[in-house]
Structures are given as structure tokens and as C-alpha cells.
């Protein structure tokens, strides 16, 4: 199968839309399929050597490090009609995914979306706060247009995104929920050298006996990261081996950073910033429990990492996690503060029933895996195609003429 895949964002840069597009196109290519990229690039189109991946001129949108493209870039249209593509598999409503439409319409190629952000929960960058009940009556419209009308099949993560396209936005049409898949393995701790975390652990000045909690991920407003850095000033007082780890970059990092001196626990928060991908899987090694306290996810990636990495997580309760988190086998869901500083004091005092979390955690982690991603993709590629006419002996000699 001829695949292509447009998104607005694509590894080197990293986020969790980058990481599952990553995934999903390594799998389907071990698997024997033809995956082409087409995705956003600084200045200039760059076209690489295998001729798989097109990078299209792009401006900033001033939200992280987000570019957006010309809606029809002329130049790419040729290289993408030669690609001769069975399927357009669009992980953006905008910029490339807006492109991706105008493709699958111009050469009848079916339509597969993957729904992955929750608009409404990300307004506040571009409104500023002015206007916020009409800009997401705006996003409402504009994501039911694009999901609805205009893609053959529709593939969410969630039961959480499900539930906002049928319940809320109420869409009449067939939903996939395909979970994001990861590539587990590295994650485990088995394939993370012990040489390489000693040092880690050396250089940010980390004790055995300090018990390590990990956040990882957009230091941003929506993410809540203030929850955990204001719980952890609570915890501090009663075990000031406590250390929580923040690893990210984002928005409002200097302002946590702030926080973090007002509470006067600077020493026990360690904001390690943005770090290189190939070196993500490390932190996880580190630490004794993962938490999160965002509510704005369609599913979190990080929280599937955390346990291929045998670390059981503290997550807030909701639908993101829900389906993830299983109480007290893999983890705790905490509804507030308050819950969540009860949750970790506890298990601080109890290694025992940590330890017990972390096999679940590890078998969790392992029904993500990316291969069972990528299957279940195919299974929504083909639906879209649908049933295929056996071609004829002429059928295949014009279709080698069109090639060349």
C-alpha cells in the first residue's frame, strides 16, 4: 500500500502528534508498505534522497515552535501526483491537513483524519482570553467541518475524543478509536544502559535514597504543571528527599522556575528543559513514579512511556488516562491537589506496593505497542479504500505508462 501521511509537525521536532507519526511510519514500513511524509520546513522545500519525505516553506504561528504552510503549494502537487498514493492518512485540521483535502479531492485518493488535539483547550494563545465563547463556537464549526464532511474515515485515540465528537459535537458517522502505539521497547529498562543513568543520576546530583518524581512534557498552562510544583512544596516538608523532575520546554517555564524559589524548594524541583529525543528514555529511568495533572490530553503518551519504563504513574482523573491508569495496578488517578499529596506521601512509605505496580505498568505499556498501531491503521486504510476492482492486463499497462 502506497501511504501518505501530512502533518504540520514531524520528527526533528518533537511533541506527542511527531512521536506517534514517527511510530506509526516505522511500523507500516517494516511491515512492507510505502509511507511518504509531507510536512512543514523552515524556508525552503527540501526533498530527501529516498524521495519519501517533502518539506514545504512554512511560517510561524507564534504557538511553541507550530509552523503552518501555503494551503496549495503549487510546487509540491507534481512530486505528490507522481507518488501515485492509495490512501492520505491527515493528522492536522490545518496548514497541511487543509493541503491533504485539496489532494485527496483533486485526485480521488481516500481520506483517513486522525483527530489528535483538543482546540478548545488551547484558544487562550491566540485569544489572549477576549472572545473565548465565540472562538470555540469557531473551533466547534471548523473541526465538525473538517471531520465530518470532508474525510472518508475518521480515527480518534480516545474514548475522551470519541465522546466529544458523538456527544458533544454530535457527528453522525463511524468513529475509529485506534490508540496511539509507541515503540515500547525502547522504554524498558533492560535496553537503557545502567552506565548511561549512573551518570545522568551523578550529573543532576541524585541519591539513592532520594525518591524521584517524574514530569515529562510542554512546561505549558493547560499542562497544570503548577499543581504538581505547589503539591510538592506540601510533600518536601514531610520527606525533603522528595525531588521532582521537570523535563521539558514551553511557555511558562521561567514562571514555574519562579515558582519553584517562591516556595522555597528550588532544590528539591530540577527543571532539566528541553532535551534530545534519543535521550528522553534516561529520565525515565530515574524515577520511583511519573505524574501528570493535565486535563486537555487526547492521549498521553508520556503516561504509556513512563510504564514500558516499568514506572507506575499518578495521573489526574481523567478520560485521557482512564482507559491507561488501572487504581492501584498500574497507578492512582487523584481528582485534586489535596489527593494527589496523599497519594505520593503514601506511596513513599509503602516501596513495597510500588514495586508490585511496575510489572502491571510494563504489561499496560506493551498493548501500545507500535506494530498494534499500525495494524490496527491498515484495518481503517482498507475500510477507506474499499473493495477494489481485480484490475485488468490494460489496467496495469496504462497505470505503468501514467509512472513514467
Given at each position: 500500500?502506497?501511504?501518505?501521511i ?6 526533528p ?21 510505502q ?62 491537513g ?17 483527530y ?47 465522546n ?82 521537570i ?30 529525543w ?7 529511568q ?38 491507561v ?6 497507578g ?32 499496560t ?33 496504462m ?6
Amino acid at each position: 500500500m502506497r501511504i501518505g501521511i501530512f502533518t504540520d509537525t514531524y520528527p526533528p521536532y518533537i511533541n506527542g502528534v511527531s512521536t506517534s507519526i514517527a511510530m506509526l511510519e516505522k511500523a507500516l514500513l517494516k511491515k512492507g508498505h510505502q509511507v511518504f511524509i509531507v510536512t512543514v520546513n523552515c524556508e525552503n522545500y527540501s526533498y530527501n534522497d529516498d524521495g519519501r519525505v517533502l518539506r514545504i516553506p512554512s511560517i510561524p504561528i507564534g504557538i511553541y515552535d507550530y509552523r503552518i504552510s501555503g494551503v496549495y503549494p503549487i510546487k509540491a502537487v507534481s512530486i505528490i501526483k507522481n507518488w501515485h498514493l492509495d490512501v492520505i492518512h491527515s493528522q492536522t485540521e490545518f496548514g497541511m491537513g487543509i493541503f491533504a483535502r485539496i489532494i485527496a479531492k483533486q485526485f480521488k485518493i481516500p481520506l483517513v483524519h486522525t483527530y489528535h488535539t483538543m482546540y478548545e483547550d488551547y484558544i487562550h494563545y491566540i485569544t489572549k482570553g477576549y472572545f473565548m465563547g465565540p472562538s470555540k463556537k469557531i473551533v466547534e464549526h471548523l473541526t465538525k467541518f473538517y471531520c465530518d464532511k470532508t474525510a472518508t474515515e475518521l480515527i480518534v485515540p480516545t474514548q475522551k475524543a470519541y465522546n466529544l465528537f458523538k456527544e458533544k459535537y454530535k457527528v453522525d458517522r463511524n468513529i475509529h478509536i485506534v490508540p496511539t502505539g509507541i515503540e515500547v521497547e525502547r522504554f524498558y529498562r533492560e535496553n537503557n544502559p545502567l552506565d548511561k543513568v549512573n551518570n545522568l543520576r551523578c550529573k543532576l546530583n541524585l541519591t539513592e535514597d532520594n525518591f524521584v518524581i517524574l514530569s515529562l512534557g510542554r512546561i505549558a498552562q493547560e499542562k497544570s504543571v503548577d499543581l504538581l510544583i505547589e503539591a510538592h512544596a506540601k510533600i518536601v516538608k514531610k520527606n525533603n528527599k522528595a525531588i521532582l523532575i521537570i523535563v521539558g520546554d514551553g511557555p511558562d517555564l521561567e514562571n514555574y522556575k519562579k515558582l519553584a524559589c517562591k516556595l522555597k524548594i528550588d532544590k528539591n524541583v530540577i527543571f532539566v528543559g528541553k532535551v534530545p529525543w534519543d535521550d528522553v528514555n534516561l529520565y525515565y529511568q530515574l524515577a520511583d513514579l511519573f505524574a501528570t495533572a493535565s486535563r486537555t490530553e487526547t492521549q498521553g503518551l508520556t503516561v504509556i512511556e513512563a510504564m514500558a519504563a516499568s514506572v507506575p504513574v499518578v495521573a489526574a482523573n481523567d478520560e485521557s488516562f482512564r482507559d491507561v491508569v488501572v487504581e492501584d495496578l498500574n497507578g492512582k488517578l487523584f481528582e485534586n491537589k489535596k489527593e494527589y499529596i496523599n497519594i505520593i506521601e503514601n506511596l513513599m512509605s509503602n516501596r513495597d506496593k510500588i514495586k508490585k505496580m511496575t510489572t502491571q505498568a510494563r504489561n499496560t505499556a506493551d498493548m501500545h505497542s507500535s506494530k498494534y498501531f499500525a495494524e490496527q491503521a491498515l484495518v481503517v486504510y482498507r475500510k477507506a479504500i474499499g473493495p477494489q476492482k481485480k484490475k485488468t492486463f490494460k489496467d496495469k499497462i496504462m497505470k505503468l505508462f501514467k509512472r513514467r
